[in-house]
């Protein structure tokens, strides 16, 4: 689910109970392919740094876990709630 919140590709079918998660397969496949700038694993989805002169990538586990400032596009696709999960 938090890797989903920072994934402008992904969103949920309802966002009340954060679940399924949809458009996975729109991510890009460099995002998994990666490595993580912090753990220097890959595999795994990675983020670019916000920052437009950084090409660092990351894993959103290992930026919370490092305190890393991690900039959202706002409002991302996530949080704007489907039909079926309005009352």
Known sequence: VTCAL????ASFLSFRKMEPIDGIYSVP???FQAP????SRSGRLTRKCSFSSCN???HV??????SLYVDLQWPHPSSIP???DVP
Request: net charge positive.
């Open 61 to 66: 586990p290992c930026a919370r876990k490092s």
């Open 56 to 58: 660092k990538r990351f």
């Open 6 to 9: 920072f994934t402008p590709e």
């Open 29 to 31: 496949r460099h995002s």
């Open 82 to 84: 489907k039909k079926q």
């Open 36 to 39: 993580c700038y912090l753990c």
